[in-house]
Nanobody, 117 residues
């Protein structure tokens, strides 16, 4: 059984940085695609903001471009999302999604991030 657990959320202030972790059990984060989604208070659905591909290629979408880093922690079997220079638009629930063998989707429960001025 594959499980994903996010951690690192909480209350932040403008200009600060956050580090979120998505720890996997039951499947390896190496060689598989991991996506990070965010759903803000005004959003009616999750939006993809960052990902790390099966070969380690990373993408940070427009919402976090230039402020984002995605990396694997192979020792902990986790994927790390770092976002710096936070502002209120970064507020939301951050959810990780592991796609195993390009066909099996697994989701974490999400972690709340609140950015306050």
């Amino acid at each position: 059984q594959v499980q994903l657990v996010e951690s690192g959320g909480g209350l932040f202030h403008n200009g600060e940085s956050l580090t979120l972790s998505c720890a996997a059990s039951g499947a390896s984060v190496e060689g598989n695609l991991m996506n990070w989604y965010r759903q803000g208070p005004a959003d009616n659905q999750r939006k993809l903001i960052a990902q790390i591909g099966s070969e380690g290629d990373t993408v940070c979408r427009d919402q976090v471009k230039g402020r984002c880093k995605v990396l694997r922690d192979t020792e902990k079997n986790a994927v790390i999302l770092e976002i710096n220079n936070l502002d209120h638009e970064d507020t939301g629930v951050y959810v990780c999604n592991l796609v195993v063998a390009k066909k099996h989707d697994y989701w974490g429960q999400g972690t709340q991030v609140t950015v306050s001025s």
